[in-house]
């Protein structure tokens, strides 16, 4: 873990001086709000309309990746259920 930098501290003796770093603190600040405006806007971008044809591929391909998931899942349980706890045992009790 890093410890924090420790940044000089200056020492203000007039009013001046501390509404002069004031209004350069408050400049940063406005530069940075509309930086993070930008990137927040971008996150959310409505994507382009896509075509019917692009529609059903998209479609298409996340149906057989979910196909293909499930059928890993299931061969993976099958072969190697009982390291997870989720192996078939078979209940064999015998009727009197």
Do not use: C, H
Not at 53 to 70: Q, R
């Amino acid at each position: 873990m890093e410890l924090p930098v420790k940044k000089e501290t200056t020492n203000y003796t007039t009013l001046e001086e501390i509404r002069a770093r004031k209004e350069q603190l408050l400049s940063e600040l406005q530069k940075d709000n509309t930086r993070f405006s930008t990137l927040w806007s971008q996150t959310f971008l409505k994507r382009e309309d896509s075509s019917k044809a692009e529609y059903i591929s998209n479609l298409v391909g996340k149906g057989i990746t979910a196909i293909d998931t499930f059928l890993l899942v299931r061969k993976l349980i099958k072969n190697y259920g009982g390291l997870f706890g989720l192996s078939k045992k078979s209940s064999t009790k015998k009727k009197r």
